[in-house]
């Protein structure tokens, strides 16, 4: 299991963007695949973006096409959310959360089991 730690949220202005980061304290972050879940008030967690340990392959919800980018820097053991074009929808807790695989190309959804979860960070977009 890995303890992830996000930071990043804020409150920002419909248009605007933001950058979610997701500190992975694991030695071997390489071998986890790893996915941005939300979960607004009154409303079910829902899936964000997802990102294969390697990083070379990515999905997304549809509504967040073309306007949200999933990153990972194994280096630095740290999964990123860059958000552009926020609406007031977009408004919830982000939640990280990290699977452990033995596969490099093994792309996390939305029916993934993830053994591990950040505690959230809010982003509120509102004007």
Known sequence: QV????????????GGSLRLSCAVSRRTFRS???????????????FVAGITWSGGRTNYA???KGRFTIS??????????????LRPEDTAIYYCAAKEVSWSLYLPGPETYFES???????TVSS
């Open 72 to 85: 990972r820097d194994n280096a630095e053991n740290t999964l990123y959310l860059q958000m552009t074009s």
């Open 62 to 64: 549809d509504f967040v």
């Open 32 to 46: 986890v695949a790893m996915a941005w879940f939300r979960q607004a008030l009154g409303k079910e967690r829902e």
């Open 117 to 123: 979860w950040g505690q959230g960070t809010q982003v």
């Open 3 to 14: 303890q992830l730690v996000e930071s990043g949220g804020g409150l920002v202005q419909p």
